[in-house]
């Protein structure tokens, strides 16, 4: 591996197709904000291909359904799919923003009853879906860069300017 690539491992920090030299740890790390919370994250969960327990629990409870204060489990292959999203667009300083994380039942039911684009079976009951964007980058262009990589469902909600990603079957809408 030459000196550029590793430089730009090390500068990344995220879960790319970037290979850290041996005895370079290779670490995945999100930065998020809550737009209905106001919190925000910075917290590195996986490490030389390890999650980090604690890590992922902290990220559980950032993502809760806020309207219920209920938590439930992610599947830590979202939190993949986010690194790798934001690595693709080069922006591996920016603070991703949630629109949308887990959702309990009462709340899908509350936010359908309001939108007809809400799925009755949303992945965002089974933690596995979450909405988003990411400052500084177009949202059709994160649209994109997620249909590119194929790893789950990529919905594109323009008029609202966010993305929903989620690790079901492949689709786009």
Known sequence: ?????????????????VYAAPGVPHICRLRLFNTHTLEHIDVVYRRDGSYDSEALTKLDRFLRDWRADKVKHYDPRLFDLLSELEAKVSRPEA??????????????????SR??????????????AIDIRLPGVRTSRLRDTALALRRGGVGYYAASDFLHVDVGRVRRW
């Not at 709340?107 to 359908?112: D, I, Q």
């Open 95 to 112: 603070e991703i923003q949630i629109i949308c994380g887990y959702r309990t039942p009462q709340s899908n039911g509350l936010l359908r």
């Open 115 to 128: 939108s007809s684009a809400v799925a009755k079976n949303s992945l965002h009951m089974a933690a596995e």
């Open 1 to 17: 591996m030459d000196m550029r690539h590793l430089l730009l491992a090390a500068l990344l920090l995220t879960c790319s197709l």
